[in-house]
């Protein structure tokens, strides 16, 4: 068999594997494993293997992971999400639909010092949901809220998969963050219009919630204040150039688990709690990045990825065609895989096609830029399309009375929804570029 024939077939058995639901990262070690040996030999592959681990751990960048990670579960047990609840309740908790909308500025909020989707559906359901509930909010939209509004921890940044895509691509991770700024408000403003729009439709689903005087909405803004504080020393450090992302990942971490600690999260068992949630995680992400790796080197070696690039340049398609060609096939794996695996899978893939061809007269660097963030709204979509959607399955368990295909209708709006943000995004690239020549 040929290099490309290997390829062709480890790629596809890797395919079956997570149809089987074998672990992402266990099916890309097996893949890659088996291909390398077969093209390779068995002595370079287990040569490979003596310094694959500490070639890819000792990348100083992906120390900004676990940080990033250990932030989010300070915040987290720091009780910062309810304030956040509470300030966006306080505002326009009277509107019709109201409190639905808090829920999203929420999440927006609380991505901003997170960077997990996950993460982020899972302790905005927690405080969310038994507002909502209490407020007799239908539980069908309640849950397609908060599981859409959780994909807004990896847009607004910072972003777990947005360092992972830099690490990949050598892109700057600061000016890839103030790129997704911009699309991550345009994000929240769109799921806020999606529930206004059903709030008018279906009355019964988003009543009215309770007006807050002045006084009220100001001591609910002054709660948040960790919040703003914590997210100007972070972004705007990392956007002034005064800390590197790592740094200001460090100085992120220590002030939010300072606000834990002062709150009195991290009594008992809390901080032990706090770090193992960060190291599973980090081990998880970590174990991935070892399995794509050897992947995406035996596929080097079959030179798939060269010669996937060479035809669809050859084929002389319009550029659009590729691009939407790519979101198309993001679209599918989103229904059988998280967001960071595809990152991690397809990149290595798609990064040369689209760096091959000219979309709106972009240079390099503003393209590789914008695909980073394309690719990362797309994947992010992944997050709540059936069968797998990993945040409605994580505010389903928390909602066990509200039917899976329930929640699952009540999201088809918000993918509306996220249908247009990317045709924008794709059609109008200066939306994710804007910032970037505004600060540049």
């Known amino acids: 068999m040929t290099g490309i ?28 494993s088996i291909g390398y040996a077969a093209v390779a030999g068995v002595d370079p592959l287990i ?44 505002f326009i908790g009277h509107w019709r639909g109201g409190m639905a909308m808090a829920a999203v500025t929420a999440c927006a909020g609380f991505g901003a010092i997170c960077g997990s989707s996950l993460a982020t559906a899972a302790t905005m359901g927690q405080v969310a949901l038994p507002e909502l509930k209490a407020n007799a909010y239908s539980m069908r939209l309640s849950t397609a809220v908060v599981a859409a509004g959780g994909t807004l921890g990896i847009l607004i940044p910072p972003s777990v998969p947005l360092v992972i895509y830099a690490i990949i691509t050598e892109q700057n991770i600061a000016k890839l963050f103030v790129a997704a700024f911009i699309p991550g408000i345009i994000a929240a403003i769109g799921y806020m219009v999606v529930i206004g729009i059903i709030a008018r439709v279906s009355p019964q689903d988003a009543p009215r919630g309770v007006k807050y005087t002045w006084p009220q909405k100001l001591q609910a803004v002054v709660e948040t204040w960790p919040v703003l504080l914590i997210f100007a020393v972070v972004i705007g450090g990392i956007y002034g150039g005064i800390f590197t992302p790592t740094e200001a990942a460090s100085i992120g971490t220590v002030a939010t688990a300072f606000v834990a600690w002062t709150s009195g999260g991290l ?12 190291a599973g995680a980090t081990g998880m992400i970590f174990l991935i990045l070892l399995g794509a790796d050897l992947l995406n080197v035996f596929l080097a070696l079959t030179q798939v990825n060269t010669e996937l690039a060479k035809w669809v340049v050859g084929m002389h398609l319009p550029p659009l065609a590729v691009v939407f ?24 893939m798609f990064f040369p096609i689209i760096m091959g061809i000219d979309i709106w007269g972009m240079d390099n660097e503003s ?33 066990k009375d509200v039917p899976m295909k329930e929640t699952f209708k009540y999201i088809l709006p918000f993918l509306a929804s996220d249908a247009i943000r990317i ?8 939306i994710a570029l804007v910032a970037l020549k505004v600060l540049s």
């Not at 797309?378 to 797998?388: D, K, N, Q, R, S």
């Open 5 to 32: 024939e290997w390829g062709g077939l480890m790629f596809l058995a890797m395919l079956v594997m997570l149809a089987m639901r074998i672990h992402i990262a266990t099916a890309m070690l097996l893949a890659g």
């Open 47 to 90: 040569n490979y293997f003596k310094q694959a681990a500490y070639t890819r751990y000792s990348v100083y960048d992906l120390s900004v992971v676990p940080l990033f990670l250990l932030m989010g579960q300070f915040a987290t047990h720091g009780g910062l999400s309810r304030a956040l609840f509470k300030a966006g309740n306080a």
């Open 325 to 348: 060609t790519i979101i198309l096939i993001y679209l599918l794996l989103g229904c059988i895989m998280d967001s960071l695996s595809m990152i991690l899978l397809t990149v290595p």
């Open 367 to 399: 393209k590789a830029i914008w695909f980073g963030i394309l690719a990362l709204m797309v994947v992010e979509v992944g997050l709540i399309t059936p069968p797998v959607g990993m945040n409605v399955f994580i505010i389903s368990s928390m909602a």
């Open 423 to 430: 045709c924008a995004i794709v059609f109008f690239p200066s």
């Open 267 to 278: 009594k008992g068992k809390g901080f032990l709690q706090c770090m193992y949630g960060a």
